[in-house]
């Protein structure tokens, strides 16, 4: 009997071992290369801040998919007036904050009125315009009332910077962020990394993730190796480079190519002479090769535009021909400028790969005409503050990454700092418009007058490069918003 025991016992460790090698793990390393400046998506315009926090530790009334598609979000429901003017939010209940405090319809009310306030530093402002007025009905119900009908006001909501926050905690979010989400922060290593773990008392569906750790990985030839040793499991989007082959060929990974809401534009200081003269940013559209450059800063994959929008959505009008690459027509533009025999500018890089990649290109392709660029590398909080904010710059190269963002250009103050009232007066009608097929003539018309107006020289569409270990599922192969989306994310065996 002692020896039939003994046997028992060893048998059930030795299943109890298997079992325990062959269950799927529940850690993540993911690689990014941008270091957000803080953890606050509603005070912050850089987009590695909503990466890392979009639905995993904030989230929003509504929430846009990995399909660009509305869902429900916090708020479980909603119901729109006859008129068009007034949203009626059903909450979902039970929800806590990660601190353990309770969410409700005064919450929301305090978020929107807080974006919305004149004094409000939500790099989206914009979005939050139409409302006029917010009330919490009952502490599961709230009401929207808008100026007017707005046909994105649901999509708006979804968005990065629309994000719900606590009146308790929404002062330290930039260092500790407390949102609903299904992670929540554990520790911010600055410089190297940034860790979620997985929130216990979730609302909702549980994440299969224990701990997602977003490893900081700056040196696009330092990505290759973090993966191929195992350090990093994942990149979202990767710097892959001349790399990209070789990963292709590895069965231990898969590499996904999809799309981005990242138009990757050749910003241009409209009141800063002479690209205040029309001839000027013609002569620069006229110059550029965006086969050149799309080969140099994204890999080939690069998909090219000749306005502010993404070839993936609909109502995208093929404006690439309107200035082809043509020199002696370049020259012609700085002719009748005043300018034939050039003159010398300046370009503010900032860090990532495909800015000072195709800078490098844009500087060789305008000295054909006569253009002198100096490049001056910049790190990402001086382009922010220098660009961004205080529009100190000739020319700059940058992505757009917010989805739907074509009415940043009649944004006054916006560092293109462009101004067309016809433009204005489109985008104007396009917000208060509902009926689909208006809504793209508008969109079509407003893309017509930037391709025209060139107040930035639009290069191309940011392809995501997603590289991760193959036995990985859920990462979103397309980026309809800029995030890392692991509500989904789990190791199969």
Request: net charge negative; charged share 20%.
């Amino acid at each position: 009997m002692k020896l039939w025991k003994t046997i028992l016992a060893a048998a059930v460790l030795s299943f109890v071992a298997a079992t325990s090698a062959f269950a799927a793990r529940t850690d993540l390393t993911l690689g990014i290369v941008l270091e957000p400046p803080h953890l606050d998506p509603t005070a912050g315009a850089a987009a590695a801040i909503g990466e890392i926090t979009y639905a995993n530790v904030f989230e929003g009334l509504t929430r846009i998919d990995d399909n660009g598609q509305v869902q429900p979000g916090l708020a479980e429901s909603w119901a729109v007036s006859d008129d068009g003017k007034v949203y009626t939010f059903k909450l979902h209940s039970g929800v806590k904050f990660h601190d353990g405090s309770a969410f409700s319809a005064d919450d929301v009310k305090f978020s929107l009125d807080r974006a919305r306030a004149k004094d409000s530093l939500n790099p989206q402002k914009p979005l939050f315009a139409h409302i006029t007025d917010v009330t919490a009905v009952d502490p599961a119900t709230v009401k929207v009332t808008l100026d007017g009908p707005q046909g994105n006001f649901l999509y708006d909501m979804g968005q990065v910077a629309a994000v719900i926050v606590g009146k308790g905690s929404a002062d330290g979010n930039k260092d500790k962020p407390i949102g609903t989400g299904p992670f929540k922060l554990d520790h911010w290593a600055k410089g190297s990394e940034i860790t979620l773990v997985k929130n216990p008392d979730y609302w909702g569906t549980p994440a299969a993730l224990d701990k997602a750790t977003f490893r900081i990985v700056p040196d696009a030839a330092a990505a290759v190796p973090a993966l191929l040793s195992g350090d990093i499991q994942a990149f979202a989007n990767m710097p892959a480079q001349d790399a990209l082959g070789q990963l292709q060929s590895d069965p231990r990974f898969s590499v996904v190519i999809g799309s981005t809401e990242g138009e990757t534009i050749l910003s241009i200081n409209n009141k800063k002479p002479p690209f205040d003269k029309l001839a000027v940013r013609q002569a620069l559209a006229s110059a550029i090769d965006r086969s050149a450059i799309i080969d140099a800063a994204s890999n080939g994959l690069g998909k090219p535009i000749g306005s502010h929008f993404s070839p993936g959505d609909a109502g995208y009008v093929d404006l690439t021909g309107v200035y082809p690459h043509d020199i002696a027509k370049a020259k012609e533009y700085l002719k009748e400028a005043g300018l034939e025999n050039g003159f010398s500018a300046t370009i503010k890089l900032p860090p990532v790969p495909y800015a000072r990649d195709g800078g490098q290109v844009i500087q060789s392709q305008l000295k054909d005409i006569g253009i002198n660029l100096q490049i001056i590398p910049v790190e990402w909080a001086e382009w922010l503050s220098q660009v961004f904010t205080n529009k100190d710059y000739d020319l700059t190269i940058v992505s757009h990454v917010e989805p739907n963002d074509i009415d940043i250009y009649s944004r006054p103050g916006y560092y293109f700092q462009y101004d067309n009232p016809k433009f204005n007066d489109v985008i104007k009608e396009l917000g208060a418009t509902v009926d689909k097929d208006k809504r793209l003539e508008l969109l079509g018309a407003a893309q017509k007058i930037l391709a025209h107006d060139v107040p930035a020289i639009y290069l191309f569409e940011l392809p995501k490069i997603g590289v991760w270990d193959a036995k990985l599922q859920g990462m979103w192969t397309n980026w309809p918003i800029e995030a890392d989306d692991l509500t989904k994310v789990k190791w199969t065996d």
